[in-house]
């Protein structure tokens, strides 16, 4: 019952956040949401927020659910804590991995859990190296990632991604992680085709393959629909063309489904969505709606065959963590028992798409994508051209996502791309709103541009 401005320089004080200039925040405060019910945020002061991110890309089935308080409340009075170390399970993981592998498509029949989806793409890059270690291979070792890709900020996920302001600080990439360029056509595609430009840039894995020898690749890694990168939606030929080149050489195929799994793209997995096969699924986020920290990988019968028959070294305490497996598990029960991927699939999601490509619209919108409940919007000076803002980076996304949240709508920015993922239980009411706001933002980022 500390007044704001209190906790705020408490927070300042001794709270160091992550992915934010902390000193900043000793002046302006950080925002602090007390409580959150559906879409709807409530901060410190009693404003109510639309909340378009799901927290970070998470609360799919939206804040508040009480089945998920109670099942947690009665797994921490069953069993609080067992680890699946050294031959011992406990039953809310073998129902969560019984679960998974039911949804999973294909032949991903086996889970190893983590905390996160850091974790769990640490945990990737061993398995996938062991796997072909154990096959007699180990020079199969590299693993080919994406520029501007996010999969984690652990040394090992953080040097999967692709980002330049983090490979900067603290030694990444470590050695053997190779990047190509991603499938931005917007951003970088000038004059070209998009489908062909999608195509070049997929045969840019076959490039790299062919330079390094196949004999060294391990896996490419990639998200679906690139997420924190912007929301970065590929040409239809992207996707068809890196499984053909996969499959051609090899290459384990690991799709990090982080952001887009458990119905954010309108199907349980993106890799349904977008026609891919792969080989290992990064899963986290979702899996809990964010309710409590749980990733794992869900990976073939294929490469569990080989690992399993091998000692292999690695495990969390938190791996299979009862509570959280618990809370998953209730967590899809109520995805699947509300048809909420079927929703956004056939209902909300394309009601969302209709207001979300009308901002298109809007002067200072180059383009306006989204598939199922993941859209950004590409802010530019000039629509024909495709044009970028020429003062830094981000100052245009930067103050568009300032206007939202005054205006009660959490948006991301990623440089000038405005992003979204709200919560899969959205209704079409709070759709307009959140339409409304982010065009009323819109217009006030766009004056402030002109001052
Ligand atoms: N992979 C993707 C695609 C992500 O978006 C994220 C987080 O945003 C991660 C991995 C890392 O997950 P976590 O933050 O749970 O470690």
Known sequence: HMPT???????????????????ELEQKGARIITRAKGVTLTDSEGNQILDAMGGLWCVNIGYGREELAEVAARQMRELPFYNTFFQTTHVPVIALSAKLAELAPGDLNHVF???????????????????????????????IS?????????VGSGSLGGMSGMHAQGGMPIPDIHHIDQPYWYGEGGDSDPEEFGLARARQLEEKIEELGAHCVAAFIAEPIQGAGGVIIPPDSYWPEIQRIC????????ADEVICGFGRTGNWFGSQTLNIRPDIMTIAKGLSSGYAPIGGSIVSDKIAEVINACEFNHGYTYSGHPVSCAVALENLRILEEEKIVERVAQD??????????????????????IVGMMGSLALTPHKESRAKFAA???????????????????????????????PLVITKEEIDTLAERAWASLDQAAAKLKE
């Open 5 to 23: 401005a209190e906790l705020q320089a408490l927070d300042a004080a001794h709270h160091m956040h992550p992915f934010t200039n902390n000193n």
């Open 113 to 143: 859990y983590a905390s996160s989806g850091s974790e769990a793409n640490d945990t990737n890059i061993r398995m996938v190296r062991t796997y072909w270690a154990e096959m007699g291979q180990p020079e199969r070792k590299v693993i």
């Open 146 to 154: 994406r520029k501007n890709a996010y999969h984690g900020s652990s």
């Open 247 to 254: 499959d051609k050489y090899g290459v384990l195929l690991i």
């Open 348 to 369: 909300t999601g394309p009601y969302l798409k209709e207001k979300w490509q009308a901002l298109a619209d809007h002067p200072l919108v180059g383009e306006a994508r």
């Open 392 to 422: 830094d980076a981000g100052t245009a996304g930067y103050i568009c996502r300032e206007r939202c949240f005054a205006n009660s709508l959490v948006m991301r920015h990623v440089g000038d791309r405005m992003i979204i993922s709200p």
